[in-house]
């Protein structure tokens, strides 16, 4: 069966290494089964992100978190950030609603080795969410690379101490999946329970 990514595109794409190690792939999940995948998409009522293993969702959508964490996936990135995850567990959280007060500046947390961000969106033409890597910690405008997250669309960093990245103030829907390599198992466990219990709070007080 055929992927339902483009793994060459991502293969052949170089990685940027200043200020920190990043790749964008526009156009990574495949335009021809880009309807499949959404129409399969996990029904999300709540900002924030959710555990995969929390949601209910069609094979499509399998089949693309079955690609993304596939050994393919995992050999490409080794390769292409130069760090050893043949053995590293992986996380996939999945999130479809934004609140005005996301986006905020941030590093991701040291358990966290990749982090890969894989956008669901139509065309995004919105001021508002538009992902920015950036030379600083408390300047939203200095950054040297805006990605907005468009269909389909990849961005990939190593995660440093100056990873920072954020975006502005944006409300309503916007698709993404993050993938991360992470440093053991129980990063794992520790990652699934509290998006679990963050979800939960967040769907009593909707």
Not at 16 to 29: A, N, Q, R, S
Not at 39 to 54: C, H, Q, R, T, W
Request: hydrophobic share 35%; with cysteine.
């Amino acid at each position: 069966m055929n992927a339902t990514v483009n793994f060459k595109a991502l293969k052949s794409t170089p990685v940027t290494k200043v200020p920190f190690p990043y790749l964008v792939v526009p156009g990574f999940v495949k335009n021809e089964v880009m309807t499949d995948i959404e129409s399969d998409y996990p029904k999300v009522s709540v900002p924030g992100s959710l555990p995969l293993a929390s949601l209910s969702y069609g094979e499509n959508f399998k089949r693309f978190m079955q690609d993304i964490s596939s050994e393919e996936m995992t050999a490409i990135m080794t390769d292409k950030f130069g760090i050893n995850l043949t053995n590293r567990p992986t996380t996939i959280t999945v999130r479809a609603r934004c609140r005005a007060t996301d986006g905020k500046i941030h590093t991701d947390s040291k358990s966290k080795l990749i982090t890969v961000l894989i956008y669901m969106n139509d065309k995004w033409e919105k001021p508002g969410g538009r992902l920015r890597l950036l030379r600083s910690p408390d300047n939203l405008n200095d950054a040297f690379l805006e990605v907005p997250p468009a269909q389909g669309t990849l961005i990939a960093f190593l995660n440093q101490p100056n990873s920072w990245h954020g975006h502005e103030s944006f409300e309503g829907e916007r698709r993404v999946i993050q993938l991360n390599w992470v440093r053991d198992k129980g990063v794992v466990w520790y990652e699934q329970l509290r998006h679990r219990v963050s979800a939960f709070f967040k769907q009593l007080k909707h």
